[in-house]
């Protein structure tokens, strides 16, 4: 299985802010890499596929980038709704796997 | 736009089967380009996918759970299904299906239903 690491697991940012977080593959998946927002309680949302393409209705502030082995998700600039926990997801070869997940939390 | 949602019971015993279905409305199962999933995730913790299927019948399975992972789909009803058999408390987890376009994206998710395993 191609293992997903994310980094870092957890982060505090301030509304306004310029948030990354990383995804790292264990092997090479092209651009195969999804990231979806996750608020508690709540499924999933997808946000970016294909590593860097905006879901249709997904605000501008995100992006995402990378190929190979090492992907970012950017959020430019960080709104209120934000706070969430942000997943990678891998859909190079089976099992499609998903990274541990980045913590948004406020400061 | 396509909404799904997961129905079954909330509490299943050791060593018996967990059975949900997901009814798909906003469009058709039989669409080509859509394959269908499930994926859970424990309480407090990241996801996993389970499986796959295609209107089909054509079926991926997760190595980890293949043994006891059953998923089948029925186009008159619009609805696919997940039976995982011989669970134990580590099975304990909110399941949610989803879209899975071109079976490389999960692109609409249902509101996922708690199941718990417990006596």
């Known amino acids: 299985d191609i293992q997903m690491t994310q980094s870092p697991s957890s982060l505090s940012a301030s509304v306004g802010d310029r948030v990354t977080i990383t995804c790292r593959a264990s092997?090479?998946?092209?651009?195969?890499l999804n990231w979806y927002q996750q608020k508690p309680g709540k499924a999933p949302k997808f946000l970016i596929y294909?590593?860097?393409s905006l879901q249709s209705g997904v605000p501008s502030r995100f992006s995402g980038s990378g190929s190979g082995t090492d992907f970012t998700l950017t959020i430019s600039t960080l709104q209120p709704e934000d706070f969430a926990t942000y997943y990678c997801?891998?859909?190079?070869?089976?099992?499609?796997?998903f990274g541990g997940g980045t913590k948004v939390e406020i400061k | 736009q396509l909404q799904l949602q997961e129905s079954g019971p909330g509490l299943v015993k050791p060593s018996e089967t967990l059975s949900l279905t997901c009814t798909v409305s906003?469009?058709?199962?039989?669409?080509?380009?859509?394959?269908w999933g499930w994926i859970r995730q424990p309480p407090g913790k990241g996801l996993e996918w389970i499986g796959t299927?295609?209107?089909?019948?054509?079926?991926y399975y997760n190595p980890s759970l293949k043994s006891r992972v059953t998923i089948s789909v029925d186009t008159s009803n619009n609805q696919f299904s997940l039976k995982l058999s011989s669970v134990t408390a580590a099975d304990t987890a909110v399941y949610y299906c989803?879209?899975?376009?071109?079976?490389?994206?999960?692109?609409?998710w249902g509101q996922g239903t708690l199941v718990t395993v417990s006596s």
């Open positions: 997801q891998q859909s190079y070869s089976a099992p499609q796997t």
């Open positions: 906003g469009g058709s199962i039989s669409s080509s380009n859509y394959y």
């Open positions: 294909a590593a860097s």
């Open positions: 989803a879209s899975n376009s071109n079976y490389d994206r999960f692109d609409y």
């Open positions: 299927i295609y209107y089909s019948g054509t079926t």
């Open positions: 092997q090479s998946i092209s651009s195969y």
